[in-house]
T-cell receptor, first 116, second 115 residues
Framework: GAGVSQSPSNKVTEKGKDVELRCDPI?????LYWYRQSLGQGLEFLIY????????KSGLPSDRFSAERTGGSVSTLTIQRTQQEDSAVYLC??????????????FGQGTRLTVV | KQEVTQIPAALSVPEGENLVLNCSFT??????LQWFRQDPGKGLTSLLL?????REQTSGRLNASLDKSSGRSTLYIAASQPGDSATYLC??????????????FGGGTRVLVKP
């Protein structure tokens, strides 16, 4: 597709359940980011993938959060044993890497996660 | 640690007035700075990207300036319209270093343009 695609757009889950959020980046973009935006809050960095390099996981808030990127394209963010404080909008973005090409980041529409 | 601040947090202007949105960052060693727009319940839409070597970028009614040495960027929106009502976010991307690559965001400025 032409833009970053995220699914599902909305997810309601019970406390303690695991959830998986998916991100399809723009074709050709090797850099992929996950951010979290809690209600009324700014964007909180979670994790960054660049090509085959080791991901920057410095923003993951706890070991319940993990992410993978298969084949250098699609990424999945997994939250295990969800808690109510995990309720937020999870945003994915992709861009070309720093070297050479434009590094403008493009965001998906987000996944609104509600933990009840 | 890079910190990005946007002041004011909220701004209300009558239609037709020019908008001036400010963004400041603490570490001037940035690779680029990007301005985004976010409508309620939506994702982020990229407005302008300024590379660290550039002083400004323009797109239609939008103009963004960058003064890297003083750690500031300003987004100007000329002749505001009610459709410009949204939250505007700036983000900096740091250079190629161990702590870099991620985008660091400001808290945003919520803009309301009244008809």
């Amino acid at each position: 597709g032409a833009g970053v695609s995220q699914s599902p757009s909305n997810k309601v889950t019970e406390k303690g359940k695991d959830v998986e959020l998916r991100c399809d980046p723009i074709s050709g973009h090797t850099a992929l980011y996950w951010y979290r935006q809690s209600l009324g809050q700014g964007l909180e960095f979670l994790i960054y993938f660049q090509g085959n390099s080791a991901p920057d996981k410095s923003g993951l808030p706890s070991d319940r959060f993990s992410a993978e990127r298969t084949g250098g394209s699609v990424s999945t963010l997994t939250i295990q044993r969800t808690q109510q404080e995990d309720s937020a909008v999870y945003l994915c973005a992709s861009s070309y890497p720093l070297q050479g090409l434009r590094t403008e980041a493009f965001f998906g529409q987000g996944t609104r996660l509600t933990v009840v | 640690k890079q910190e990005v601040t946007q002041i004011p947090a909220a701004l209300s202007v009558p239609e037709g007035e020019n908008l001036v949105l400010n963004c400041s960052f603490t570490d001037s060693a940035i690779y680029n700075l990007q301005w985004f727009r976010q409508d309620p319940g939506k994702g982020l839409t990229s407005l302008l990207l300024i590379q660290s070597s550039q002083r400004e970028q323009t797109s239609g009614r939008l103009n963004a300036s960058l003064d890297k040495s003083s750690g500031r960027s300003t987004l100007y929106i000329a002749a505001s319209q009610p459709g410009d009502s949204a939250t505007y976010l700036c983000a900096v991307k740091e250079g190629i270093k161990a702590a870099g690559n991620k985008l660091t965001f400001g808290g945003g400025t919520r803009v309301l343009v009244k008809p």
